[in-house]
């Protein structure tokens, strides 16, 4: 058979590493200076662009998708072509998911510390650049299935099944969590409302998880490691059974992030059973890669690429056993809402994502410059910071997570809470807080000593744009060697592969959300709970705007140590109006869904302008902005109209007299705290977030109340 | 829309839910550990040397002979 001439694309490989290691660096940069925020607050600079609710999504957002998403763009460029022998299926499409993806980035650099934000943990963007990113990842999607179409190797690999179970998953997600009303070019209201959005976000945020950081880099690991050990993976069997159950089994598991929550509690067995079902599959890859380096185990000694696989397929399997353990009930009654999260999920992004990103990367910038390696000792350095910087990081934030739960829940032989200020908790764990932003400058310098080290490279040798290649195009006419119907059909059928993929993540996804979308049942309503008054929603659009879910959640789980410490327990029925759901997952401060009337509104206003006044000691920023800035009151009838769209019964028209409330109900406020010999401006933005403060949770006393009269 | 919502409420009990998915899977899953043993060996030793022998032109056709 006649050999084809033709050339690997290295240019855009080349594109997206060195995005990825200035966007790796810049994210980790936000990501160390946000940890020391949380220790000296001074940092937030007062600011309202540098504080800490609107720059923590700033990090999550460049790590996961500026940092490891170019990561994973470079690595499938890289891999797909080869392991497909051809070139990507059209240049043109390749730099438009470049250029298209950076401009993305930049869009949310600058949103995200502006308060554009929908809340949604790593759904953040707004509608417009979800669009854009629906837009670019159908760019990405035809480019990469355009190239298996035209392949001169009749089946995938299984590194490309993974590929193509993150394209589609990614889209499904991406599309079914971003329904959102807009209400101008940069705000909008998310489609589902409390316990259903819940439920959604988290689907979506565990299979972000899943299928944007666990799933390409599986793929990776499948191609880069035997490429790196020289020696194929270890089963090819147990790889096809690895694939499989992983992505039916990894879809389901998403309620695990809600447990004790108001999500019905079939839901949320549901998402333990198949929690604990992940560890087979998650194992199993583990395993597979570990055992690909059987007898070769002397190499990892000398060679910094494998070290830092080993290291990355180690994590992997930590992370994954650690998720099913955090997902049972009991012990996620402990974790949730602690350090311990943060933890586990570093050890997943530092160890998992970066170390095996960083074992790519010296393994693929001295074949694509034409030279070795400038320092095997720099890398070495590197794998050793690094390291030490993931234990820094991961093991204070263990015992801080372990701390911050027992003291949450300790009580006295009398039955009170010995720690009835949470403040008294956030103090004492402020060392190990410290301890984990050293483990980051480790991992960070280590970073930094890379990026030196692979620049020096490129510069010793030539970089080779396109890297010539021959092979011999595919028989037009293809009979399976085995007959009838196998795997391999559908290995040399990517189209019937994508959709078989799809079909097995949509059973998970529909089976989850639609019983709790349909029947009515599961979100029980209570008559008590009204909408938002127009100032209350002025007051939560600036609680998204400033990210205070960052630190705060509005979810106070049936446990005797919330009720005692925050109130009556929360319930489905109050959130129907929470568009979008502000529960959070994270309490660096006390939960505030009982907030409401609990204090007077000049001991919010004080709070708010000088947290350590009210709260000595306290880390939380002050937000002196909220004190000059003027609400927005041009936007209240379209967010009234936008609400009602989305569910929320106002009534025809009231848009139209809804700033009457509105100025109506801030005057109150600014005469309460006129009586306490504060002048404020009832049009002030800080008067609309204690509108809302106040409101919080106090719904079902209303209710009690009417009950006790009657 | 509404017929299927009209058919999901007359589901008597949830919990139908979480057996339906468990069947799903275990059918899914037997079916797959099926196929992975009776496989042909031969197969499987060209597609897990794909990464290794990507530079040898000849490879690729061996699959079709």
């Known amino acids: ?710 | 829309m509404e017929l299927i919502k009209n058919s999901l409420q007359a589901v008597d009990t949830i919990l139908i839910w979480s057996i339906f998915s468990l069947v799903v899977f275990f059918i899914f899953f037997v079916c797959l550990l099926w196929w992975v043993v009776v496989v042909d060996k031969d197969y499987i030793t060209k597609m897990k040397n794909i990464p290794i022998e990507e530079n040898k032109s000849e490879y690729n056709t061996s699959l079709n002979n």
Not at chain 1, 509 to 536: A, D, H, Q, R
Request: charged fraction near 15%; include cysteine; aromatic fraction near 14%.
């Open chain 1, 1 to 710: 058979m006649e050999i084809e001439k033709f050339s690997y694309d290295n240019k855009i490989v080349k594109a997206f590493i060195i995005a990825a290691v200035i966007f790796g660096l810049v994210g980790m940069l936000v990501g160390l200076t946000i940890a020391l925020q949380l220790v000296y607050p001074i940092l937030n600079f007062d600011l309202q662009y540098t504080t800490f609710g609107r720059i923590r999504p700033l990090h999550t957002n460049a790590v996961i998708f500026a940092f490891v998403g170019n990561a994973i763009f470079a690595s499938v460029y890289y891999s797909l072509q080869r392991l497909l022998k051809t070139r990507m299926f059209n240049d043109n499409l390749s730099w438009i998911h470049f250029w298209g993806w950076q401009l993305i980035i930049l869009a949310a650099a600058i949103t995200l510390p502006l308060g554009i934000t929908t809340s949604k943990e790593y759904a953040e963007l707004e509608w417009p650049i979800d669009i854009s990113i629906a837009l670019i990842w159908v760019v990405f999607g035809i480019n990469m299935i355009g190239t298996i179409l035209k392949r001169r190797e009749r089946h995938l690999y299984v590194a490309i099944w993974f590929y193509i179970a993150t394209f589609v998953t990614v889209a499904v997600l991406h599309i079914v969590n971003s329904f959102e009303m807009p209400v101008t070019f940069l705000k909008s209201y998310s489609w589902y409302a409390g316990v259903q959005d819940a439920l959604v976000q988290w689907w979506y945020g565990h299979n972000a998880v899943a299928f944007f950081l666990t799933t390409p880099y599986l793929g990776m690991m499948y191609y880069f490691l035997p490429k790196a050990a020289n020696r194929p993976v270890y089963s090819y069997r147990l790889s096809i059974v690895h694939f499989w159950s992983l992505i039916f089994i990894y879809i389901w598991a998403g309620p695990h992030h809600l447990l004790y929550s108001t999500l019905p509690d079939w839901a949320q067995s549901l998402g333990v059973v198949f929690s604990v079902m992940l560890i087979a599959p998650s194992w199993g890859g583990m395993l597979n890669g570990l055992l690909t380096l059987r007898g070769a185990w002397d190499r990892v000694r000398e060679e910094p690429v494998l070290k830092f696989m080993v290291v990355a397929v180690t994590a992997y399997g930590m992370a994954t056993l650690e998720g099913p353990l955090l997902s049972l009930k009991n012990v996620n009654a402990i974790a949730h809402f602690t350090d311990w999260i943060v933890a586990h999920v570093h050890v997943g992004g530092l160890g998992w994502n970066g170390f095996l990103t960083f074992g790519i990367f010296y393994w693929v910038v001295p074949r694509m410059w034409g030279t070795k390696l400038f320092s095997n000792r720099l890398a070495n350095l590197h794998f050793w910071l690094g390291t030490l910087g993931i234990i820094f990081y991961a093991l204070p934030m263990y015992v801080s997570g372990v701390l911050q739960s027992l003291m949450w829940k300790e009580f006295d032989a009398q039955g009170f809470l010995v720690y009835k200020i949470f403040l008294e908790t956030t103090v004492q764990v402020l060392p190990l807080h410290l301890i984990r932003a050293i483990g980051g400058t480790l991992y960070l310098v280590g970073v930094i000593i890379m990026t030196y080290n692979l620049i020096k490279t490129a510069y010793a040798g030539k970089f080779i744009p396109d890297e010539a290649a021959e092979a011999a195009p595919l028989e037009k006419v293809y009979k399976a060697k085995t007959g009838g119907w196998h795997h391999q059909v559908l290995e040399s059928k990517p189209i019937l592969f994508t959709v078989v993929a799809l079909v097995s993540i949509l059973i998970g996804g529909i089976v989850e959300l639609v019983p709790t979308f349909l029947i009515s049942s599961n979100v029980p309503t209570i008559s008590s709970v009204k909408p938002y008054t127009p100032l209350e929603i002025q007051g939560r659009d600036i609680y998204i705007r400033e990210g205070c879910v960052s630190c705060h959640s509005q979810l106070i789980r049936p446990f005797r140590s919330e009720t005692e410490r925050y109130g009556e327990y929360s319930k489905s029925g109050e959130f129907v109006y929470d568009h979008p759901f502000l529960w959070g997952s994270k309490r660096t401060g006390p939960d505030l869904h009982r907030i409401g009337a609990k204090y007077s509104d000049t001991w919010h206003f004080n709070h708010l302008y000088n947290p350590d006044v009210a709260s000595p000691g306290t880390i939380m920023p002050s937000y002196p902005w909220l004190f000059e800035q003027h609400i927005d009151k041009s936007l209240t009838a379209g967010k009234i109209k936008a609400l009602r769209t989305v569910g929320v019964p106002y009534e025809e028209g009231y848009e139209n007299v809804a700033n009457d409330d509105l100025d109506k109900q801030a005057s109150a406020i600014a005469g309460r705290l006129k009586e306490d010999k504060i002048d404020a401006s009832p049009d002030l933005e800080v008067i609309a977030l204690i509108a809302y403060l106040q409101r919080l949770g106090t719904d079902i006393k209303v209710e009690k109340t009417a009950s006790t009269q009657n």
